[in-house]
């Protein structure tokens, strides 16, 4: 059983960074594409930010573009995404998520990752 634990949330100022990290365990990690997903205060979770099983290809949503960066480490399980020049609207709870399509095909879709963290909170004050 895949397990998943993000940290590195907290609260921050318009224009800071923040580097939030995803730990796994329980399966082999480096066979898997995942995802950074985020959901705000009565809206629907919304994709973020994918990478492929060896980091090869990266995906973002238009909206982070340029501001965040996906990357993975998989001698130590983890994915990480560093976000900078933070504003108010990226504000939520930001879930990791193992696509359970495999390696190499990278999705938007919630529904096609089939392990999920407990989420990490992200404040940004104006």
């Known amino acids: 059983q895949v397990q998943l634990v993000e940290s590195g949330g907290g609260l921050v100022q318009a224009g800071d960074s923040l580097r939030l990290s995803c730990v796994a365990s329980g399966g082999t990690f480096s066979n898997y594409a995942m995802g950074w997903f985020r959901q705000a205060p009565g809206k629907e979770r919304e994709f973020v930010a994918a990478i492929t099983w060896n980091g090869g290809r990266t995906y973002y949503a238009d909206s982070v573009k340029g501001r965040f960066t996906i990357s993975r480490d998989n001698a130590k399980n983890t994915v990480y995404l560093q976000m900078n020049s933070l504003k108010p609207e990226d504000t939520a709870v930001y879930y990791c998520?193992?696509?359970?399509?495999?390696?190499?095909?990278?999705?938007?879709?919630?529904?096609?990752?089939?392990?999920w963290g407990q989420g990490t909170l992200v404040t940004v004050s104006s």
């Open positions: 998520g193992l696509n359970s399509l495999g390696g190499v095909v990278v999705t938007r879709t919630p529904t096609d990752y089939s392990y």
